[in-house]
Every structure is written in C-alpha cells, then in structure tokens.
C-alpha cells in the first residue's frame, strides 16, 4: 500500500477507503493506497495554519530562492515525472516531455521571479491629510482543487501563485492521477521550502474535496474542474463568505475564415482538437469554417486523423493516448452516438479503434458535420477526441456563432486579413483568442475564463490578484489633536 497523502512535509497513509490508480491506456493497476477522509483534511489545513506566519514572514527573496531552488530539482528530475505523467494520465510520452513537464518547470521558475514583484501602488497623499500606502497580504491557507487531464500543469498552476505570495496550500488532486502531484511537493521540501507551505490529499471530491472547500481555516478556495462541481464548490464556500477562483470547462470555437490560410487551419484544427485526447478545456471543439472552404477543410482534417498514431503511451511515436476512465469514455460515445441520430455525419472515428489494449479506454479522432448549432455535441463540453465542422457564411455569423455557448475560455481566428482577426479578437467573448493558432500557453499571461468557465487568472503576475488581499494602510500627517475634518462631526475648542 503507497501512502499517498503528503502532509507537514511527509507521506503518509490516509485514513479513508482504499484507492486504486490505474494506467488508462491499459487499465493495468499502478498502485493502491488509503484515500483521505475527513481527519486527514483537517490535518493537512492544520499543517499549513502552522506554517503560515514563516511562510508569509519570509522575504520574497527568500521565497524566491526557494522556489529557483526547486525549479533546479524539476529540471533533474524531468524525466522522471514525463514518465509518471505519461502513465497516469494515459498520456503520449512525447506530450509529457515536451508540454507537461517543461511547461511546469517554466511556471515554477516564473513564479520564483515573480515572488519579488509583488506590490501594491507607490505611497502618496491622496487626502491633504494623509499618506495612503498599499500593503498586498497572502490571504491565508489556500484550499486548491485540480482536475486529472494535466495532472502536473493543474497542480502547479494551483500551488505556484499561492505560495509565491506567501500563501500555504492544501491541494486535493484528481484521486485518478495524484502521483505526480506528490513528487511535485516532495520535491518542494528537498528543495528547502519548509514542511506545511505545501500539502497533498489525495481523497475524492465528494468526501475530501468537499471538506477543504467547507473547512473553517481554509482562507479562499482555487478550483479548476467541470462547471457542474465549480458551482457547488462556490455555494459551499458562499455560505462561509470565502474568496474562490473558478477555472472551469470551455467549448472553444475554432473560426476559419475564407482567406485563411487552408493547411495551417487544417493542421492547428488536428491538433487543437485531439492534444490529450480532446480532455483539454481549451481544446478546439467547434470549427467554424467559411463556406467557400468548408469542404476542403473538412477533407483535410480527415486525412489528417487518418495519420494521427495511437499505440502505447511510452512509445515515442505515439500521437494520441487513452480516454482517462472507462465511465469518461462511455459518455464520450453516448454523446457522439446522440450526436448520430440528431442526423449529424460522423466523418471519421467515432469509434473504439482496433489493436488498443481492451482494458484501456482508447477512442478514435472524430469529425463530425452536420450537427445543428443547438444541439448537445455543439453546446456541451464533451472532453474527448471530437471536432464539430459547421459552415458559416458571413463574418457576423462566425461571431454569432463563436459567442453562442455559455462557456468563454478561449477562442481561435484564422484570417490573412488583419482586421478580420483584429475584430475576431475583440468580439468573441473568451479569456484568451489565438489568432491563426491554437493552445499554445504562455507563464507571462493569464488564462482564465469568462461565463461559465469561471473567473479568476492562473499564471501570470495576475493571479496575484487571487492570492493576495489588499490593505490600504493610512496615516495622519498632520500630527495634530484635533483633526481638521473633526469639524464635521463636532466643532468643541
Ligand atoms: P471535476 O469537476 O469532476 O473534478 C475536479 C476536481 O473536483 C477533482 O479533484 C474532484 O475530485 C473534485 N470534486 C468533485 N466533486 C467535488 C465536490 N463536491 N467538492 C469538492 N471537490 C470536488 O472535473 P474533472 O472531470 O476532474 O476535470 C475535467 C473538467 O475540468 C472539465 O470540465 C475541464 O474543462 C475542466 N478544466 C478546466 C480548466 C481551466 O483552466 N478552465 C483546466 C483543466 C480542466
């Protein structure tokens, strides 16, 4: 039995019901463990209260060392959690290596520069009286929630920001995919960041998440997951007035205009779509495409599935891996399957594909057209390997049809013409337009949504705004008794 809690800087066995963690491409078993249940939450929130006053007390030099020191061991260790990654997640090797671990590298080295750029607005006299200054604080202990498609990404996101400020953190992982989270704070306390700055649980939402979020000494709750859960966890934390942040789902439209250039549409749409699988809140899901082009785009992102490998995850050939459950896969069908006697056409995939293990839950890229704009595969995110193609005709249309959906996290425009992707931009309600690309992310800038994908920034110098509070600090300067404004409230010599 692995211990699969890490709390007050040490693995420990959880005290709830047993675990299994399994690799989704062949449903062989990794590992067990006791998950956490509710004493093992409010021993995690009990290690990171103790460590909050040295944590926050530390300089952001301090903090910022720590966390370089810590991005130096991630760099060693790299392939390492590539491969951890890759297998719990069903995930290619070549995407771990190449996207998931350097990009969490990257944001943890970002973060230990950003910890010394925390500040709030220079000190002035606002009021001829006195001298404001601008204090920005770590809110506290920082309950955080993370989902299983980038286990890595999700966790770092999560835990960077808050404890650059000066936060400590509790973070319940997906119970799917906890282990690179676990290596991931491990590696924090070798590198020197004290025991209770950050702390793993690994436990299921509906017990041990669900006790974080309600936990009275958790100062602000960070989740990123589906809409569904994102609004029970805000009304949980409503009721005790605490701060959220919300990265939830996404359906992101993918706009193709007709002086786009056709090959790089088409490619960018294959793997904007199927990057992990389609379990990608930003992933390309609804392809807009002009209709002068649309039948040709079609072709060529069909040919183009055609090509994309499948195989075992560790094989540096493989292109796509596995679905993450068996239960993830069979609503992935239910959806396309519902999608076919709607009368849309199934172009490609739609199907489990041959020569994959039966005990991983493998799907095949799909392409879909003539699915109508109000139907579910349109309008509801379905976390899979599955692009809609629909044909537009004018300009206002392709908006129109890019903003209709409650979810706005991310769009992409793809125009030769500098003004159409310039309005493109500017009219699509979403936290983030690419412009002829799509999914490349970036540590400097933000990524976050609008609507019903939540609020709040992940990386970034933004996502301070999250973990920090502000406190204006203001002080008498004129040094005298009675105070000029006392005037207004009584007037005695
Ligand atoms: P999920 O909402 O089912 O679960 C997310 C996390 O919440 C898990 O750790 C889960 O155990 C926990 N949870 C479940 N019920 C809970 C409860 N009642 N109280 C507290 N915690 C609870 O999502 P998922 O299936 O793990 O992940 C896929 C979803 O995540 C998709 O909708 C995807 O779009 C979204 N996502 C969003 C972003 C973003 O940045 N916006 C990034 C990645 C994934």
Not at 231 to 249: M, S
Not at 287 to 303: I, K, M, N, W
Not at 312 to 321: H, I, S, Y
Not at 469 to 491: C, G, L, Q, Y
Request: aromatic fraction near 6%.
């Amino acid at each position: 039995m692995e211990r699969l809690q890490f709390i007050a800087g040490e693995r420990r066995a959880g005290a709830g019901a047993a675990l299994t963690i399994t690799e989704p491409a062949t449903g062989a078993e990794i590992t067990t463990g006791a998950g956490a249940d509710a004493a093992d939450v409010a021993a995690a929130v009990a290690a990171a209260t103790a460590a909050f006053p040295g944590w926050a007390g530390r300089t952001p030099g301090e903090r910022s060392d720590l966390m370089h020191a810590w991005a130096g061991l991630l760099r060693e260790r790299a392939a390492e959690f590539a491969a951890v990654e890759s297998r719990n997640a069903g995930k290619p090797i070549r995407l771990a290596e190449g996207f998931d671990v350097p990009g969490t590298i990257d944001n943890v080295a970002f973060f230990a520069g950003a910890a010394r750029n925390l500040e709030g607005k220079a000190s002035a006299e606002y009021s001829a009286d006195h001298t404001s200054t601008i204090r920005r604080e770590p809110v506290g202990v920082v309950g955080s929630i993370a989902p299983w498609n980038y286990p890595l990404q999700m966790a770092a996101w999560k835990i960077l920001p808050a404890v650059a400020a000066g936060n400590t953190v509790v973070l319940k992982p997906s119970e799917l995919t906890p282990l690179t989270s676990l290596l991931f704070a491990e590696t924090a306390v070798a590198a020197g960041i004290p025991a209770g700055v950050i702390n793993i649980l690994t436990g299921t939402g509906e017990l041990a998440g669900a006790a974080l979020v309600s936990h009275p000494d958790v100062a602000m709750v960070s989740f990123t997951g589906s809409t569904r859960v994102g609004r029970q966890v805000a009304a949980t934390a409503a009721g005790a007035v605490k701060r959220v942040h919300l990265e939830l789902g996404g359906k992101a439209p993918f706009v193709v205009f007709d002086d786009a250039d056709l090959e790089a549409a088409a490619r960018g749409a294959v793997a904007g779509s199927l990057i992990n699988v389609g379990q990608d809140c930003t992933a390309a899901t609804r392809a807009y495409v002009q209709r002068p082009l649309f039948d040709e785009f079609v072709g060529r992102v069909a040919d183009l599935m055609d090509r994309v490998r499948l195989g075992p995850v560790d094989d540096p050939t493989t292109d796509m891996g596995a679905l993450i459950t068996r239960a993830h896969r069979d609503k992935v069908i239910a959806m396309v399957e519902r999608a076919r006697d709607a009368g849309a056409k199934v172009v490609r995939g739609g199907r489990i594909p041959e020569h994959t293990p039966a005990a991983g839950h493998w799907f095949e890229p799909t392409l879909i057209t003539g699915a109508a704009q109000d139907s579910e595969i349109v309008q509801q995110e379905v976390f899979g390997p599955v692009l809609v193609a629909l044909p537009f005709d004018t300009d206002d249309e392709a908006i129109a049809l890019a903003n209709d959906t409650p979810y706005g996290l991310a769009a992409s425009a793809w125009s030769t013409n500098v003004f159409r992707t310039q309005r493109a931009a500017r009219e699509i309600r979403c936290g983030c337009v690419w412009l002829n690309d799509h999914i490349p992310i970036i540590s400097e800038m933000p990524h976050g949504g609008y609507g019903a994908s939540g609020f709040g920034k992940d990386m970034s110098l933004y996502s301070f705004e999250e973990y920090t509070n502000v406190k204006h600090v203001i002080s008498d300067i004129t040094a005298v008794a009675r105070k000029p404004w006392h005037e207004v409230i009584f007037m005695a010599e």
